[in-house]
């Protein structure tokens, strides 16, 4: 809402404009005088549709047409209306210059003054932009006279560089015309060329760093034009050099190769008696550092022979002391020893008679306690026997008795012998089927060892595959049906033999599996859906295995009859069809019928392959197997002729191991079948083992009662004997009497005596033990001291041994050396006068560098150097009639060549380092350009479309590399009959350019980069139809959420246009007759016009 104050100048009426800009949604508008410095920033709303950057509050001070005016735009759609001259343009010109842009934008003035009311000397323009952080409020103050400005942000002066990076920072481009289009530059707008669109757009919604990289690539495409340039003159101007070089070439190389020969010869021939006497002296140092080596040797072995000698004198003298101490105290030890010998003889035989002493009176104890425990049980058994003999009855009548017992026993014995036999007979038995038992396991695990191979070949080579058939062992249970596993696979589980498919023969293999393809051998084979889709959720699902599933046919094609019989194709070398050649369960075997037909295919030999044509012509079939082939045959559509084509037979890789099922499955009948022979003959030998215990036990009774009958019957006779005989030993063993107490005293009086002297003698032997212990290591220390002397002495008396040796032999070397070194020195002397002589040096002189440096790159051998002074002799004499100047102008260009040379390899490395740069920019700025384009066409040809015409904008360029002359093209076509053509200043007709621009900047708005666009007047020229589409996808486009603030300025609009809630009105009104600002009430004037309408009905 903006309201204006009264004029302070005194003019005409006419000339003295006030402005009100009227907001609906306001209540009371708000004052602002010329005189009030500029507003503080507001405080932050709380939440809000404004996006970063927009435009809050735009307040005006003798500005244009305006004293004193303040506008509150709104942050989405804001429609500026009024009639021409009221004002609406100078709110567009405040934007613009409040924002630091420059007055030729406008196109109405090129001086900032201009923009001041008349009359004036200053005015004031001020534009708050919304932050989160918090509102950026800036303002500037235009001086007339100056035609200067002055810059407040946040009522802080301030430079206009810091303004222009404050609004650059918020994507604010006033002098961009897609995000700001003055009313004087409408027009402007179609006279863009494509290369200035494309720059502006990129300004105006593209990355920040878009229009950065588009300037750079520029600048390195004409950085790269100008080394290419550079680059093309110097090669070609050392081509020119490099060929006038190369036709001199020859006679140069001819002078040089010339000059070489005799400079080398000359070389050859200073350096040869150098060589011999290097040669010489280099001898000459070899022998005599061998001869000081040799002396040295001489001189160090005699040295090292002195402390030899006289450590192997004093290691003498040790030894001999130490032996004569070892054997003192082996003396010593032997009589020690033989002291505690005799001690430990007097101790053992002391013990003896103690020990005799206790045996003597044990014996007499234990004879003592002996003889009265028997006197004690002979009374006993006496009694006992006594009061037997009374209760004793009479047994001459237990024979019979004892004669029954017996007959009872002979008949157990006969039946126990005969229940051990047939134990015997059933452990044979069972050992003979336990033999077959194992027979048949092993038989059953070789046929699983061949259904293991199957499975080993599936985990090679499908790996996948053979995980999922283990998840599939483990997991049965979830599933309603039957399930197969792979078909190339034989597997027994617990309870089902899941068998997939088991050749018969094992030579029969490659007719299957050239019959069906690998990707359904290794299917999994369901009778179900649900589990087949229980089965793939889990297995592909979540375990990622890749794996194959099919589901058999719910009517059964197992059994199903083939078309022809097989006795009649067996004339022509058939023997089988397919499904006869394999086993497999019934699911898959259906399921193979259904897909491949497997019983309809005839398997033939190599007589069928002879008699093919006629097998063909005669049988119809569509597949034939030979030994070797596979014939298909066809019968064309149009011509009805039998076209037949063959192909040869892979070699069988997985069903090559054969399982004979039915063999297996008599095996397992047979396994059953002895375990249930096992469990019989185990319950038998069971209740022979009762039998034979029962029969036991009964033994033992029949024993024992025939012991007892017997022992009654001899029992009166040998209880008196026994009673008599005990009375006897009775009275024997009473008269046999002995006084223990008194032997027991005897003896421990002798003891006590005899461990007296004893302990005499323990203590006497410790001491010798003691002394004895001593001596022997003092003895052994002696002795290994004495082993260190003589180890040492030996290793001395080798050591010298050897050196003495060494010493001969290195004298009598020394002096060879030495005599040696005498007649090669006086050589040397000789052999070195003769080399200065050739080289012309005195006898202080050393030789020059420049001779050192040309021998080091000569021969260093005299054969060497002679040889090579005859070849350069030889080929110096080949070269005459050659110019030195033709050299030195040779010479001249060469460097001159390299020079170029150089220069040219910079050049191309720069070159190289702009290409590069330039292609990595080019990714980074033409690939976002590419996806900006396509999405502005997008809402181009979206809002074209919608008004029933057609439009497109694309980016546009000649050739790729010329950076500078990329540019975006939009081509519109408002009629059905006529082809889309670029938007032109001359081929559209104004108000189609102004439709034209309008949906561009709409489809710039979707894009919504900038916080705000300004576009001013541009209905005018549109034809009512247009206009009305047009406003309609203004509403439509800006009063989206997050978009950005749009400001549409129009003198007039049709009637019965479509509004939005989130549009803002501002309705601009401006005369001599207006309102004072504070008299200006919107809810007066509402309750006015109320009350009007209310009462015209009545009247």
């Not at 029969?695 to 029992?715: F, G, I, P, S, V």
Request: charged share 35%; hydrophobic share 30%; with cysteine.
């Amino acid at each position: 809402m903006a309201t204006p104050s009264r004029r302070t100048s005194t003019q005409s009426p006419l000339a003295s404009k006030r402005a009100i800009l009227s907001d609906p949604s306001s209540e009371v508008p708000s004052k602002k005088k010329s005189s009030v410095p500029p507003a503080a920033p507001r405080p932050l709303p709380s939440s809000g549709p404004f996006v970063e950057g927009s435009i809050v509050r735009i307040a005006m001070e003798n500005f244009l047409t305006y004293d004193v005016c303040e506008v509150s735009p709104g942050p989405h759609l804001n429609m500026i209306i009024g009639a021409n001259g009221t004002g609406k343009s100078s709110i567009v010109c405040a934007i613009c210059l409040g924002l630091a842009g420059k007055p030729a934008f406008m196109g109405r003035a090129d001086k900032v003054g201009f923009f001041v009311k008349r009359g004036c000397s200053k005015g004031m323009v001020e534009i708050e932009l919304f932050r989160t952080s918090g509102n950026l409020v800036i303002t500037r103050e235009i001086d007339v006279a100056k035609n200067q400005s002055s810059w407040f942000i946040n009522k802080k002066s301030t430079s206009p560089k810091v303004v222009e990076e404050q609004v650059a920072a918020l994507n604010i481009q006033v002098g961009n015309l897609c995000q700001f289009l003055p009313q004087d530059k409408v027009g402007e707008f179609a006279k863009l060329s494509k290369i200035e669109l494309l720059e502006a757009t990129e300004k105006s919604v593209g990355p920040p760093e878009m229009h950065k990289y588009h300037c750079e690539l520029k600048n390195f495409r004409e950085k790269e034009k100008q080394l290419e340039t550079s680059c093309k003159q110097k090669t070609e101007y050392l081509e020119k050099m490099i060929q006038r070089n190369e036709r001199y070439k020859q006679d140069v190389d001819r002078f040089y190769e010339r000059k070489r020969h005799l400079d080398l010869i000359e070389m050859l021939e200073a350096k040869r008696p150098w060589v011999e006497y290097e040669n010489v002296r280099q001898e000459y140092e070899e022998v005599k550092l061998a001869r000081d080596q040799a002396k040295e040797e001489v001189r160090k072995l005699k040295e090292s022979q002195i402390p030899i000698t006289e450590r192997i004198e004093e290691m003498e003298r040790q030894r001999h002391s130490l032996e004569a101490r070892i054997r003192e105290k082996a003396l010593a030890i032997k009589e020690t020893s033989q002291k505690c010998k005799h001690k430990q003889d007097v101790i053992e035989r002391k013990d003896k008679q103690i020990e005799e002493l206790q045996q003597a009176l044990t014996v007499k104890q234990n004879e003592e306690h002996d003889r009265q425990r028997r006197i004690s049980n002979t009374r006993k058994m006496i009694e006992d026997l006594q009061n037997e003999l009374r209760t004793t009855e009479n047994c001459e009548n237990l024979q019979p008795q004892i004669d029954a017992i017996t007959n009872d026993l002979r008949r157990v014995q006969d039946e126990k012998a005969l229940c051990e036999s047939e134990i015997i007979d059933k452990r044979k038995e069972r050992e003979t089927l336990e033999k077959e038992k194992r027979s048949v396991d092993d038989h059953i695990v070789r046929f699983d060892n061949l259904m293991n191979q199957k499975e080993d070949k599936l985990r090679q080579r499908y790996r996948d595959t053979y995980d999922a058939v283990l998840w599939l062992r483990n997991n049965r249970d979830k599933f309603k049906q039957r399930v197969c596993e792979p078909i190339m696979l034989t597997v027994r589980n617990l309870f089902i033999l899941v068998i997939s498919i088991n050749m018969k023969d094992n030579k029969n293999a490659k007719y299957i599996e050239n019959h069906i393809p690998s990707n359904d051998l290794r299917a999994f084979v369901f009778e179900n859906q649900e589990d087949m889709e229980v089965f793939l959720k889990e297995v592909r699902d979540n375990k990622k295995l890749r794996v194959n599933a099919v589901i058999a046919p719910k009517n059964s094609y197992a059994d199903k009859a083939p078309s022809r019989s097989l006795n009649d194709l067996k004339q022509y070398g058939f023997f089988s069809y397919l499904r006869e050649l394999f086993d497999a369960p019934d699911p898959v075997m259906s399921y193979l019928c259904c897909q491949y037909h497997i019983h309809e295919v005839p398997v033939g030999t190599e007589r069928t392959r002879e008699k093919i044509e006629r097998v063909i012509q005669e049988t119809r079939l569509k597949q034939i197997y030979t030994a070797e082939e596979k014939y298909v045959v066809k019968t064309s559509f149009y011509s009805n002729k039998v076209i037949s084509s063959n192909t040869s037979l892979k070699v069988a890789q997985f069903l090559t191991v054969t399982v004979d099922l039915e063999q297996r499955r008599h095996l397992e009948e047979q396994l059953k079948e002895i375990n249930r022979k096992l469990q019989a003959v185990d319950s038998g030998l069971i209740a022979l083992h009762e039998t034979n215990k029962h029969l036991e036990h009964k033994d033992n009774e029949l024993r024992q009662k025939k012991k007892e009958l017997l022992e009654r019957k001899t029992k009166k006779r040998q209880l008196e004997q026994k009673i008599s005989s005990k009375l006897g030993s009775l009275k024997l063993m009473e008269q046999d009497t002995c006084n223990l107490e008194e032997e027991e005293r005897k003896a421990s009086t002798k003891i006590k005596e005899i461990n007296i002297q004893k302990a005499k003698l323990v203590t006497e032997l410790t001491n010798l033990i003691k002394n004895c212990t001593a001596l022997h290591i003092q003895k052994v220390d002696l002795i290994l001291q004495n082993t260190t002397v003589i180890s040492e002495k030996n290793k001395l008396e080798s050591d010298y041994m050897a050196t003495s040796a060494q010493l001969r032999i290195t004298e009598q070397h020394f002096i060879e050396l030495d005599e040696n070194r005498q007649r090669l020195l006086q050589k040397c002397k000789e052999l070195m006068k003769r080399a200065r002589q050739v080289c012309n040096l005195g006898a202080e002189q050393t030789v020059p560098q420049e001779y050192q440096t040309a021998f080091q790159d000569l021969p260093n051998t005299l054969d060497e150097i002679d040889a090579l002074l005859t070849e350069e002799r030889s080929r110096a004499s080949c070269f005459t009639g050659l110019n030195p100047t033709v050299v030195e102008e040779y010479t001249k260009r060469e460097e001159e060549i390299e020079q170029l040379t150089a220069e040219l390899k910079i050049k191309k490395v720069e070159l190289d380092k702009y290409r590069e740069n330039i292609s990595q920019v080019k990714e980074r700025w033409l690939n976002p350009l590419k996806e900006l384009v396509e999405k502005i066409n997008e809402k181009f040809s979206y809002f074209f479309s919608s008004m029933q015409c057609a439009g497109e904008v694309d980016l546009h360029t000649e050739n790729e590399e010329d950076y500078d002359k990329y540019g975006i093209r939009i081509r519109v076509k408002f009629r059905s009959s006529t082809e889309l053509h670029e938007l032109t200043p001359h081929h559209q007709s104004g108000g189609e350019r102004s439709v034209s621009t309008m949906l561009y900047l709409m489809a710039l708005q979707e894009l919504n980069r900038c916080p705000f666009r300004v576009v001013d007047e541009i209905n005018q020229g549109m034809d009512p139809i247009n206009e009305r589409r047009v406003f309609e996808m203004v509403v439509n486009t800006a009063c989206k959420e997050n978009t950005s603030q749009y400001f549409f300025i129009t003198p007039k609009l049709l009637q019965n246009l479509p509004y939005s809630e989130k549009m803002t009105v501002l309705f601009v009104y401006n005369g001599p007759h207006m309102l004072e600002p504070n008299r200006w009430n919107l809810k007066a004037f509402q309750r006015r016009r109320r009350r009007i309408t209310f009462t015209q009905p009545s009247q």
